[in-house]
């Protein structure tokens, strides 16, 4: 099969390979849609497997079965699929408690084969676990792809309640940041304001019902988001990219009371200063957020693959799999909200 496989940081090679063997119990899945991640970029570009290569990334999949098992009967040849990365195993602790984003038994996905693939193989836990969803007829394998990424900021918004009448800063107008700014508006929210350092991603993110944006290189954004709300600050403020910077300056951006999320994973390592006096003295809530729970990844991809939602209206580039590397690229720079790509 043909697959882009990384040989160590930026050295992504579209090479063929060796169709992987389907698992026992499992099925091969034929990779028809695939999402570009900020995370798999993070990781095709750094040294993410201390040298551990070559390996295969990509994880917001979608495609159709291509061969079963004997011994897997739930899934027939040609079934249309959702795979979700992470397969929780329900039963530990954090499972049983309603926070599966947190399992002690979750799958590797970052281990296994990914689906930067023609085929990618999938296994019993995941068949047996809660991570395979079927794509309805008529629903296009591009939009069901973008139910990965929506999972995690479905979760955390609807664990720190955006709700009507809200005022939300978003700080990152890259794909993530846009699709905080466009559930926002459909939980309620009345006003979205983002921050961001890139005028073409700005503008972009206009589409999505941001009603002030922000360049904080040019304006001081935590004076203006004050000026904006009179003094007062942001119900909710959302950090979603991946600066220490602005996690720092985030907690200044708050309303007395409110509400601040650490959405976007920094450099490993790396050590944010915050204010923690001001914090104290505004009775500021902070939370870190990563990934979703099992029911919030099955109704993420229902608001997904829903016409509510609108998924094609974030996919600004689709392109063939040898082409990877230009859609890191394009992501990189600001001039693609999300690029899926065909194997």
Not at 295 to 302: G, L
Request: aromatic share 8%.
């Amino acid at each position: 099969m043909k697959a882009a496989v990384m040989y160590g940081p930026s050295d992504i090679r579209f090479e063929e390979v060796e169709r992987p063997a389907v698992p026992d119990g499992g099925f091969i899945l034929k990779v028809v849609a695939i999402g570009l991640c900020g995370s798999d970029i993070r990781n095709l570009t750094t040294d993410s497997r201390k040298g551990d290569y070559p390996h295969i990334y990509g994880h917001e999949i979608t495609g159709v079965v291509d061969e079963v098992a004997p011994n897997c009967t739930e899934y027939q040849l040609g079934d249309r699929l959702y795979i979700y990365p992470v397969d929780h195993c329900l039963k530990c602790e954090p499972c049983r408690s309603g926070h599966s984003e947190n399992c002690e038994n979750g799958g590797d996905y970052t281990g296994r084969q990914g689906g930067f693939a023609e085929f990618v193989p999938v296994t019993r836990e995941q068949v047996e676990r809660d991570s395979i969803f079927r794509i309805p007829d008529g629903v296009s394998f591009d939009r069901a792809s973008l139910g990965e990424p929506l999972s995690s900021v479905f979760a955390c918004q609807e664990n720190i309640d955006v709700t009507l009448g809200d005022t939300v800063v978003i700080i990152g107008a890259g794909p993530i940041g846009c699709f905080h700014a466009k559930l926002a508006k459909l939980r309620g929210a009345k006003r979205v304001i983002m921050v961001e350092i890139n005028d073409d991603r700005l503008a972009m993110a206009k589409r999505f019902g941001v009603d002030e944006s922000i360049n904080s290189l040019k304006t001081d954004p935590i004076e203006e988001i004050k000026r904006l709300t009179d003094g007062q600050g942001a119900d909710k403020v959302i950090s979603a990219n991946p600066s220490t910077k602005a996690q720092a300056q985030s907690i200044f951006m708050a309303k007395k009371g409110g509400i601040v999320v650490f959405f976007g994973g920094v450099p490993k390592g790396s050590l944010t200063e915050i204010d923690t006096n001001h914090i104290h003295y505004w009775n500021l809530w902070i939370y870190g957020h990563y990934g979703a729970s099992s029911c919030q990844v099955q109704r993420a991809f229902e608001l997904a693959i829903s016409d509510s939602f609108n998924a094609e209206d974030f996919i600004t580039h689709t392109l063939p799999l040898s082409e990877v590397n230009q859609g890191i690229e394009l992501t990189r720079s600001g001039k693609a909200i999300k690029v899926v790509l065909h194997p």
